[in-house]
């Protein structure tokens, strides 16, 4: 295993740029899942990674080996070890889970007991059990498949493994137990791994850092919380989640806006941009404290509901409070906003 070092890495296809100028390390061992809407680059950035396609600009690294770029020759992807995991019908149809999960090994391994050893021992890596190895792929769910790919992927240990959406096939249920077991077999071997997907939950809850993606260009690489509550831009606030975003003016660490005073996450001064998670905002239905408004609509989800409520000044605010008791349309309500606040300046300002 060893670390991932991408370096203002760029490609094109005719005037597309798919990647453009990208620069990223994946610490040896550690997990970052790519996020970004579609079209924005994330399986070019995995293709380069893989050899499957050069850079025109930059380097990239696997520990201290430059594998592409920079005058080196690009190292073809059987050599660069690297375990792939793509979306769906990975398996070879026409082999049991023993022999797709030994595929990758050395040939003489392969029918040995070492290679015996190796598909047992991935077996209970991804946590399936051990006669799951005489099955077909057409004889597993699609998410016992999903690990048995994973397993495939790692049994030759690799330097670097990649997941190009591996759960989007599967059903909400399904993709957690998923997700949450490959997660388990990846940091049980300390593995480095880079896992693509526009699905804002499941970049958020897998990975040691997310890496957001716009337009062919990582506009923040973070840990998950740091993304979630302080993103780079309101873009990015939007796209990782449900945000208000209000205008406000701040004088040093504090801001006012149409749900009163805020605390900054960091002091500055002038008209801004507030951006506030709706779990922050605290609907007091008992008391008078606050800004008053009138509930709009509610989304009930079980967990929890989103609460849509228009304050007297006109301003729609959305506030997520614990289902248990909450607000009907219609009822009035105050506002106060809880924890700290992100302020931007409008573009074009300092
Ligand atoms: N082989 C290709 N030839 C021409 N254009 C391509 C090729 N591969 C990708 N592109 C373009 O490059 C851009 C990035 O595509 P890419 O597949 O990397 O996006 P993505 O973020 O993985 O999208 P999705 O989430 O939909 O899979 C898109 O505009 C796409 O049309």
Redesign the pocket.
Known sequence: MSSLTITGVTKS??S?R?VDDVTLHVPHGSFTTVL?P???????LLRLIAGFLVPEAGTIAFGSTVVAGDGVRSMPPQTRRVGYVPQEGALFPHLDVAANIAFGLPREARGAQEGRDRVAEMLDLVELPADFRHRRPDELSGGQQQRVALARSLAPQPAVVLLDEPFSSLDASLRGSTSRAVRRALEATNTTALL?T?DQNEALSLADQVAVMRAGRLVQSAPPSEVYLSPTDPQVAEFVGRAVVLPGTATDARATCALGEVVLTEPTTGPVALMIRPEQVYVDLAHEEGVRGTVEEVSYYGHDCAVQVSLDDGTSVLARMAGVRHPVAGDTVHLRVTGLVRAYHPAGSP
Do not use: D, I, L, M
């Not at 579609?38 to 070019?44: A, F, I, L, M, N």
């Open positions: 296809f005719g597309t798919a970004g579609s079209g924005c680059g994330k399986t070019t693509v526009h």
